[in-house]
Each structure stands twice: as C-alpha cells, then as structure tokens.
C-alpha cells in the first residue's frame, strides 16, 4: 500500500480525536441493490488501534447521570437534523428502504431509544437501590469502571448500530465507555452516525473518550479486544459461529459477554386459528418471513401447523404469495451463498421447495423460498431442519393433533416463540400440551402474532437460552433492563451517610424508587 | 477394591433414592485437631453417577412456590431438632467450636437463610415482575427448567453447605433441582443434613429427585458435570484454581457458572480512627483475622495503616496479640502445608514475620502470624505480597500519607474493602483519596468495621470483581438477590391474561411487588 492511499483512509476515532489508524488493510462498502462498490476507505486496525482504544477508555468515566442524558438527549436532536441524509446513506449500504423502514421507522425508535436510556439514566431505574436499615446494608448497581466492546450486527443500520443502538444507549446510559466496533455491511452510516455521537460528546462536555470506534478488525485483534482485563464487559449482536468465538476470548479473561445470536423462532399454527382467518395469516406470515429480505434475528424460520379444516387454504395462499413475490435485495454480498447452502441443507434433509429457492439480480438478491415438511419429515432430521437461514426462507412442517407433542421435542433455544390458537378457546388443550414445551426454550412467548418486531419496553425479553442468547438472565432489548448487563453490584457496609452515592443516602434526593426494607418506595428514610 | 468393602461405602442420592454408588474410590473424614481419620467410608463417584444425577434432575420441578416454602421451613425444623448432634458431628469433622461457633451462630443462620428463602418463594420478591400495557408486554424472572450445580466451601460447614447452605437455599427457592456436589472437609455432616433434606423432601411432596448427592468426584468428572448442556447454573464457593478449572468447563457449554473464590479483603487504617483508639483496633483487626483460624473468604488479610500518632501503640498491641495466642485449628490436612507456603511467598517478597509462621500439633494447627511491610518494600513486590493465604496470616503495610496512592493503585480485585476514619472528620480528605479506587475493586465497601462477617440481607453485595468473584453483576449471599443468579428472564408478548403465570396476570392474585409503567406497586391493574 502506497503513503497516497493510506492519507485517504477514514480515521478511527480513539481518546477523544479522530486520528489516523494503523492501517493493515481496507475495505469499502458496497451497495448490495447494485452490487457496486462506495466511495471511501476504511481502515482494518492493527494491534496498535486496539490496545490505545483500550488505554483511552479506561478509567474513564463519562460524566455524571445530568452530563450522559445530556449527551444522549443531543445526539438524538442531532440525528433526527440529519435524518434524510442518514436514511439516504443507509439506504445505500443496506439496500433497505427509505420509506417504511429506515427514515419512518428505524430512524425514530432509534432517537427515542437514546432518549429512553437519558430518562433512565435521570431516574437511575436501573440501580435498584436496596437498603437493610436493621443490618446498616445497602447496595446499588453501578457502573463497571471498564469499557463495554459494543459489536453491531448487519440487519439495523441505525438501532443496533456498535455507535447508536440500544447496546451503545444502555452501555453510556450507565456510565460506562464504549469501544465501539463497526459492522462492515454499514461503515459510511456509521462513520455519520459517530461523528454526530462525537459532536453530542463535545456539546455535552462528556468526557472525550467516551466513546471508540474501530472499523475492521483482524479476528485475533477481536479476540485480544474482548479477552483484555481492562474492557468490563462485550456486547455481541450477529452470527453464531462469530460470537461463540469472542466468548470463547472473552470467558479466558472472565470478561463478562452478552450475545444474541438469532434463531429459527418456532411458530405454531393451532388449527382453531388457522380455520378462523386462512388468509390473514398466510399473509400475516408471508409479511413477517420476508420484512427487510428476512434479515431479522426473530424471523419466523419454522412454522408448525396442526391440521384441520382451514389448511388447505392457509397452505393455497401462503404458497401463492411466495410464488408471486419479487425478490428481496440482501444486506450483503455473502448473503445470498448462505441462504443458498441453507436450502441446500434443508432439501438435502428432506424438505420440499415449493417456492423461490433461487439467488437473484442486480446486487445481492434472494427469491422469497418456501419449503414444507411433514411431521415424519422433521423427525427423521430435526437438527437439519431446525438451521437457521438468515434470510427471507420459511420451513412450513405440517402435522397431525397427535403428531404435535414429538414435533415440539427437539426443538432447540430460540429467541421468541409464537403461538396462534382460537378466539373461541377451541385450542386451549392444545395450548397447554405445547406451552410449557415451547416456554422453556425461548426468551418471549408470543400469543397470536408474529415474532418479528422487537419493541423497546420496560418488560421486553430479547435472549433465551444458550446459544439463542449468551446468558438467560438478561435482555439486549428494553430499558431499563437492559441497562443491568453493564453495571456491578456494589455494597455499602455502614457507610457513612454523607459518603454514599445518592441513590443510597437516606434523604434519597434524586427520589428514586428504592427496595427499602423489602418494599419498593420513593420516600426518603424516616 | 473387595465386595465387602464396597457394601459398606456410604450411597448417593440420585432420582429420590439413596443407592450404592459407582465407587472408583474411596475417602474418609478425618478429626482435624487429632488428625485421625473418622469412621465411614465415602465414594468417590464414577461418569454412571454423575450422568444418572444430572438425568434425574433434568425437567424436574421441584413443586409450586407453597410446596417448597413448606420444604424450606420443614427442613429448617429438621436441622434444629437435631441441632445439637450435627453441631457435635460438625465440630469433630472441622474443627470449629460448637459453641460461639456452630451451634450458636452458624446453625442458627442456616436456618435463619432457609427460612428467609422459603418467605421469599412465597412473596416472589425475587421474581421482579415488569408489565408494560401499553406495548402489551410482561417479562418475570422463572426457574431456569435444568439443575443446578452447587459446591460447597470447607469452612462453613452449615451455611455454605452444598446441601443446606445459601446457594442450595436460593437454587431451591427458585424452584430448581439441585446437583450437590459435598465438601470433602465435612462429609458426614454433609451426609446427615442431605438425610434430613430428603426426609423433608419426602414430608412436604416436593419432587423426590429435588436433591441430588455426590460426594466425590474426580476433577474430570467435575468437568464433565458442569460442562453438561442440561445443567442450568453452577455455583462455587473455594479456591481460585479450582473454580476456574471449572468455570473453563461450564464456559465452553454456555452454563452460566457464579464464582465466590476469596480474596485478601484490604483493610485501611487512617491515621485519626488509630489515635483514637490504637489498641481497640489492634484487638478487633486480631480477633477478625484468627477467627475460625482466618479460614473465612473475608478474612482481612492485608492491612494498611498510615502512620500517625497512635500507630505505635497499635503495632504494639497487635504484635503483643499475635505473639500470646494460641495455635488454631485448620479445617483440613493441606492447610497448613498451603499456609506455609503462602507465608514463604510472602516473606520471600520482602514481609517482616513479627510473630507465629510455624505449622503445630496436635492434629492440623497453625500460629496465628503477623508479617509487616513498609511502603517501598510493598511497592516493590505489590503481586506477590498480595498472595491470599488462608489461614490466620495478616500483613501488615505501614505507609506515610504521601505514599497512599501509590500503595493503593496495584490493589488486586476483592470482596471486600474496609475503611476506618476517624469520628472527627479528620481523614476526610484522606478517605476522599482512597475511596474511589477502593470501589471500584472491591463488592462491599465497609467503613469503622472488619469485612469477616457477611450477614444475610436483602442489601448484601458477597461478591466482587473477577476473579474475586465470577461475575460483577451477581452476590452469592442475600436473599433474595441470591435467587436471581438461578433464574431465567422470561417475556410474554400478548399472552391471554388466563395463560399468564401468576406473577404477571392482571388481578396479582400473589400481591406481589411489580413494575408496572415505571412505578413498583402491588396493586392489580385496573
């Protein structure tokens, strides 16, 4: 590489400057509707990179709750003023549309995502404060001390991005550093998106290490990030086999690693519900399996429908609307090979394409792709058919009332499960066979709708159990819970009353709610 | 090994049954302050019994929240009634006193922490239901659906027990089976309170393979056991080299593992809280440190005091302390091999020994020992004379007021910090300097007090940074923080109020505290 191409490398943005980076290679980004290559290089970072965006973060604290809600608050202002330029941008880089999806969507509950965590961070919701005043104990969650490594996944430009999302929130909102690590599917946006961060960080007068970013990273260079005693804790959003190997770096170090990793999300059709609207749930399904080309970590991948009388016209319409759909434009060049071996291996284990199947141009494109299954089918290959395919593809297995307990048997971890049943409660026996089944392997239990959208709220659960989610007490999505994955439990052991936080002095003068005594209160202590 | 022999190997508990186990070997508990080894031969459990204990758990539930309280306080009863035989047995295995010790204070506080537990399964304080009505979504902490994986300390053998200490008594009252892994210093104690368990199991209806007993294992079916994908969390209370090993095991399969591995618990002395009352403090800092033979977690094993007008008399008092006491009782055979070494390390580093360092007799005994340091000697080795040692051993680092922050910037992850100030005010500023950095270390921060005691309140932090303990966000005592660590986060999305688990339904037919919007009640939703 030639010192002319190296000056037209983007810096990465490390201890409060954006500086050059120790560049050991680039990559562009590209548009997966055309297929072409972006303007702009960005630096893949030596080892260098990652050990000074480790040493400026650490020990850093941010601000004050007041300082990092101002922060959030004004970074929010800040990309709603540039909301059509980074719609635009996105757009570009990910193939999703402006309309409907990033500007009208994604773009607003990203903004009010940042204002959530700036409310939380004024409420100080998540430090359950907890006083024992007969034992003089109290004790408070509170920030790591360390820097959060924030790894975004593909699929949201704007609110899963390493330098916006709900991981970047929780982990400032708490007061914690962030290193942030870009996803290669959306480098320009979110280039865009620090630089506004960084201009909010210089208004706010947080501290000007508050927050890293890094483009690219060799995968040892990740390893050494995440496995660094000094970071407190990773967040990982993306592919299975991608953030079991961080945690296996992470783990060594006792570095605690939240990842969420995606699932097929098992939908069970009852046939009370199926006989009572065929088509709108054909559609219903149709829609949800192929929003966003079926990039979405609670895709609806494997639908179970017990038979009765409105299958066959459920199965008519359903199939009808895969045959008639266009193809989806992909995230990324490697999508359509992957969804393309993912049918392979499904066919190959049995099940029947009737729908799609096929790769697509210009860019990166997949045909919407139906298969179908019988209960016989599923079991002779469950772990087969149970493969994730990250893309707009649906398993339809079918089965009979009494095939129904041996389908759900094998059925692996999962964000989310769905089942419809009747309004009428023609299918509650059924219901209570597969409940408990479908409840013990998966983070949210959904009645009659789809699993796709994840809403930011106090009660989300976005996780489940390993290896859907990396540890089943928390949640990625929702504040103020997912807030918690980014703080320590502190105790207080008869401190002084003018030497605690003030979450914990007795005149509680930030008035938050407190468990005092083993009741929640916002009094202050008599 | 003779059949003879084998039919007189004490059974295991697996799947509601005592039955012989698969023996691959054999050990026997031995009289610590005679050193002779004590009737009963107890196996050493081959891969059969680790597997039957984990299959016999699994998809086990124990019962609803009133069948375990009514197991809890059963077995709480149990234990009294035979209060006086296990504090005999206990005493014999351990070499702790009965009285002041065991039948005073560590019997009672088990069944205190039963008891507390079985309030908490009833009040489902642990739970912390969250409704959110607008986006039509709940969210409860539930049982984890798998076993739980406990082992137990050597030090207490009561409240830390594998089968009657706080992580059986969380695990419990969170409504999973438990896989009890029993400590080697304490085995026939062990043996009757998992006697007494059973039959309380068996009195109150809880599932009969609620409690698994192994005695024994070697370390690679220790791995073996908490590597299993069945297992739903392990809990370890011991060494760092041992839970480690193990945590590596319960990594690799995404177990979630919680760590409480001990740490030297600093202690720093400010200048005013000495003059006030030099030889007072000598007194309570001796009795912390030699209590239980310094065998506790929370032993405050490194002192430092900062030098002011009553250090003298204090360094007299304690010397004098330290030299006119009797020679403890170790808990085990390798304990005062290990506590030798440690001192050597120590020594070796540059420490001072001012008063014990021998091994005694009979049986396994140790002088209480005090070693002394000053600031540059400290400075020069600060790993090494941060070497944890278990056993009654203090150092002792004298430090002017200038060299504070040097002293204290290599201070290594513990439980506990401890500092003493005076009343007056006048080390305000000095405890201004050094309480940030202590914080941040340590999980409970104690002010005019010695960390040893870690009582059981819903305030309690017993835990810390890695590798103090396992995970910063998590204690291993307090109830009914505790329970969390055994539990998963479940959500419902528009689930029927009829289909809901109690916790969450409209009405909150249990009364309960929820979040509900933002604000904790136990109302019902209009």
Redesign the interface.
Known sequence: MTGQVETAVFPVLIGGEWRPAQVKGTLQATNPATGEALEGLYPVSGQEDVLAAIAAASGVTPGTPEHIAAFLQRYAELIEGSGAELSALAALETGLPEKGRLLETELPRTTRQLRLAADTALSR?WTRP???TE?G???V?QP??KPVVVFGPNNFPFAFNAVSGGDFAAALAVGNPVIAKAHPGHLGTTRALARLAFQAVQESGLHPASLQLLYHLPPDLGFLLVGD?RV?AVAFTGSRGGGLAL??AA??A???IYLELGSVNPVLLLPGAVAERPAELAKELFNANTLGAGQFCTNPGLVIAVEGPGQAAFVQALTGAYQSAGSGVLLTEGAAPHIGAGLKTLTGAGATLVAGGQADTPGFRFQPSLLTADAKTFLAHPDALQTEVFGPVCLLVTVQEDELDRVLAPLEASL?ASIYSSATGSDDAL?GRA?PVL??LC???????M?TGV?V???????G???AG??????SV?IP?AL??F??????????DG?LPAELQDANPTGC?R?V?????QEALA
């Open positions: 919701s907890t006083i024992d034992a104990l109290r004790s969650l790591l001390g005693a407190g945690k296996r783990d060594a006792g570095v605690p989310t219901y409940e409840r013990q983070g949210r239990l959904i009645n009659d709708r699993p809403a709220s106090s009660a989300q659960m976005h996780g159990p390993y290896p990396g540890h089943p007490g928390f949640t929702g819970a918690t994955r703080a320590a439990l502190r105790g207080y052991d008869h401190v002084r030497r709610w468990l005594d083993g009741r929640w209160t």
